[in-house]
């Protein structure tokens, strides 16, 4: 089952019936059990074949979006290389080998774009790329109830620059994407779950890559039991989980890209470059 945001309503959707919800997004967060809920809610209405007609919105409402960092190889090398001449690179080495995970505040729902929206670069960054993860979401007692697709649009050359940087080159408007929808599941997402990013210019294929999340080191439920430490989310939270595709040194994303982002199980989040 996954949920869905469209035009401030949410919307269940099973075997391609949508079933409109009484609730808002944060209400269903909050609840004990909310795949019962969802599952009683398919169970007993009819379904309206709304699809054709449907556009979807961010599915978040006043949820924060942390994201975790260094969680693949392919980051702590990347990394590593992009901020050789600040001497930052001993930072990521350990920091991927440390119990203790990387967790940085990201975005709120006004620096969010939802399926078909625009991120954006900044306008003092010279190296940006989009960065595919897979999103936790996680109720206020720290449970992960669903999983949707992340985009942690980021500044290489401000955060290369000296790791302090980092919340400049992570956290400004447009620097997050999340959705088409969440994946409604209590139990983990497979091993083998395929995570492919498309980048397109001009509609031809400029960059794609994948990985699965085999290659993630640390475990999503360790992430979030670092996460809630001594920290409360009375509306949850999302939490992105660290990307283990990178783009070649020499790419920057442009004006006028579009990012395909696909998560097996989840769906196809597209974004166009602002
Ligand atoms: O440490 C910098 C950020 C890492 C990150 O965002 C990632 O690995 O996905
Ligand atoms: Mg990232």
């Not at 309206?48 to 449907?54: T, W």
């Not at 999983?147 to 997050?176: F, H, W």
């Not at 939270?237 to 283990?244: D, E, I, K, V």
Request: proline residues 7%.
């Amino acid at each position: 089952m996954k949920l869905y945001r469209s035009q401030d309503r949410t919307l269940v959707e099973e075997n391609g019936n949508y079933y409109p919800l009484d609730k808002s997004l944060d209400a269903l967060i909050a609840l004990d059990d909310l795949h019962a809920h969802l599952q009683s809610i398919v169970s007993a209405a009819t379904p309206h074949r709304l699809a054709e007609s449907l556009t979807f919105d961010a599915p978040i409402g006043h949820q924060e979006v942390w994201a975790a960092g260094v969680t693949y190889y392919r980051s702590r090398s990347a990394r590593i290389e992009e901020s050789k001449d600040a001497g930052g690179g001993d930072f990521y080495d350990r920091v991927y080998s440390a119990d203790r995970p990387e967790l940085f505040f990201k975005a709120t729902a006004h620096k969010v774009a939802g399926p078909g929206g625009k991120v954006r670069i900044r306008s003092d960054a010279r190296w940006s790329v989009p960065e595919p993860e897979l999103a936790l979401l996680v109720n206020p007692r720290g449970q992960i109830i669903g999983y949707t697709i992340g985009n942690d649009m980021s500044s290489r050359d401000i955060e290369g620059e000296n790791p302090l940087y980092l919340p400049q080159a992570k956290v400004y408007d447009g620097s997050c994407a999340l959705g088409p929808g969440i994946l409604i599941q209590t139990g983990p997402m497979p091993p083998s779950t395929l995570i492919r990013m498309e980048i397109l210019r001009s509609g031809a294929a400029e960059f794609s890559g994948s990985t699965t999340l085999r290659e993630m080191k640390r475990e999503p439920s360790l992430l979030v039991e670092y996460l809630y430490r001594d920290h409360s989310f009375p509306f949850g939270s999302f939490l992105l989980t660290g990307t283990g595709i990178v783009p070649p040194d020499d790419f920057t994303l442009q004006s006028g890209d579009e990012v395909r982002i696909t998560i097996d199980g989840i769906g196809t989040l597209t974004n166009q470059v602002a």
